[in-house]
């Protein structure tokens, strides 16, 4: 830290990102990536035509691939805002619509962003603990007072709420933005994007780095009422008005185009999930029950972080969380099925020494 940084930011504890290890080769089922590369169209799409438009400034309206989200899920385009990875959506909505009388609100356990977006504007912000099985508890989070954030599936339990469960949250909230980010929600879990047309407070977030294989793109984007886009909008034109730069959104389009082959990816993960939770659960594994593109898992026989050293010894990298609450888990991600029955194999050898 030099002697110029600005006081307010001194004392900011920044936000942890998974490994990404250049040293050697790992099974990588540490960030939730995907184990499928992007679709054909997505390869052609970068062509060297494109690569030469480069010098020219992306659209900032990003309109083409507005229009192609919008319809993929039966909306309009001013009803989709896109952004450099979704990280960027969340904290555009924090700066928004949080305030010192509007404090943020969020799950003690979720995603470690939102503490940090919330410390990084000065918001107060107020933590709910889960449930004792990990669940999140919709009442808790009724008539919040505040900018309420939920994942869902919440991140790193994989466990999801039904969607009457978040629209009772949403309509209790009619004085506040309910922010639901649904990164995980094409592995099983149910959008509330429909929900969009009915409710002026609720603003769903996706991504493209989980369920369409593009993390490195950088593609997020948000659906919501026109009022609550034109309010990302400004931030947007108040900061970086090109946020997505051309490739990706070439990229981005041409996945919207083959859906389907994302849709298949998906399911073979939601597979290799099922095949992995069962078999982790033979080996003495209390797993969570996941909706999303990993498990959550505690041994009976090893610690969190144990486990998580001897497999990267092992050449398989998942999350270890120091947190308190969660220590004794692991949080991995599903890969190939090939992926898992490695995993597995590896987790008995251990468990045998
Ligand atoms: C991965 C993730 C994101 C961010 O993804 P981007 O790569 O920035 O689009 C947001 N929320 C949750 C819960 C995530 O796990």
């Known amino acids: 830290m030099s002697k110029f940084l600005n006081s307010k930011y001194k004392s900011l504890e920044v936000y942890t990102p998974g490994e990404q290890p250049q040293d050697k080769k790992y099974i990588k089922l540490n960030t939730n990536e995907s184990?499928?590369?992007?679709?054909?169209?997505?390869?052609?799409?970068?062509?060297?035509?494109?690569?030469?438009?480069?010098?020219?400034?992306?659209?900032?309206?990003?309109?083409?691939?507005?229009?192609?989200?919008?319809?993929?899920?039966?909306?309009?385009a001013e009803n989709v805002y896109l952004s450099n990875g979704?990280?960027?959506?969340?904290?555009?909505?924090?700066?928004?619509?949080?305030?010192?009388?509007?404090?943020?609100?969020?799950?003690?356990?979720?995603?470690?962003?939102y503490k940090v977006f919330a410390e990084l504007h000065g918001i107060p912000y107020k933590r709910i603990p889960l449930c004792e099985d990990f669940s999140i508890s919709p009442s808790d989070y009724y008539n919040a007072n505040g900018l309420v954030v939920i994942a869902n599936p919440n991140a790193p339990t994989g466990l999801a709420l039904t969607l009457s469960e978040v629209e009772s949250i949403v309509a209790s909230n009619p004085e506040n933005v309910v922010l639901i980010d649904e990164a995980y929600v094409d592995f099983g879990a149910e959008s509330a994007v429909a929900l969009t047309k009915k409710y002026k407070n609720l603003l769903v977030v996706q991504t493209f780095s989980k369920s369409r294989s593009m993390a490195g793109a950088r593609l997020g984007f948000a659906i919501a009422d026109k009022g609550l886009i034109d309010d990302l909008n400004r931030i947007k034109y108040s900061t970086n008005p090109y946020n997505v730069n051309r490739l990706t959104l070439v990229a981005g389009e041409a996945a919207i185009k083959e859906n389907g082959y994302y849709l298949e990816n998906c399911k073979k993960v939601m597979d290799a999930r099922a095949y992995a939770k069962a078999e982790l659960e033979a080996l003495g594994f209390l797993v969570l029950d996941s909706k999303a593109n990993f498990l959550f898992a505690k041994s009976n026989r090893i610690g969190g972080e144990e486990l998580y050293l001897k497999l990267k010894e092992n050449g398989i990298l998942v999350r270890h969380f120091k947190d308190e609450k969660i220590k004794d888990y692991n949080r991995i991600t599903v890969g190939t099925k090939e992926d898992m029955r490695i995993l597995v194999d590896t987790v008995k050898k251990l468990l045998e020494e």
């Open 35 to 76: 184990p499928y590369p992007p679709s054909k169209k997505v390869v052609e799409a970068v062509s060297v035509a494109e690569i030469e438009n480069l010098r020219l400034y992306s659209d900032p309206e990003c309109k083409r691939l507005r229009g192609a989200i919008a319809e993929l899920y039966g909306v309009e």
């Open 86 to 113: 979704s990280d960027d959506i969340l904290n555009f909505a924090f700066m928004a619509f949080a305030s010192d009388n509007s404090p943020a609100v969020f799950p003690e356990i979720s995603y470690g962003f």
